[in-house]
């Protein structure tokens, strides 16, 4: 025998009433998600590129070192990026800089190697 709903059961029925009806008439507004994501996307990559500016690793490649000379990035517990030729060395005051002719590419500044960092 079925048990007759109660006032909680209806209450929920008529959530789910509203729910549906609140989907079907969101159809056109289905892209405002999208823009949101994109908005999103575009204050994270203006964050990044300040805290770059401040000198901390924002995480979107691997950690380099030089295999020609030697010089390796470190990533300090408060986040800055450091060189160093040892592991808890002191900084360098060099850093890695950006290829002119490719953003994948970064340019030792002790040598002048060319390395290309696993971006993630
Ligand atoms: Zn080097």
Redesign the pocket.
Known sequence: MKKPPTDNSASVHKEMRVFRRSRRSSKPAAKAPLDSLVAMAGQLAKLQGEARKLGIFVGDRELIA?P????MEDELVDGRLVTCHEIGGPDTGMRFAAHPRGEDKLI?P????VLRPQWL
């Open positions: 030089c020609t000379c030697g010089l030792c002790e040598c002048g190697t």
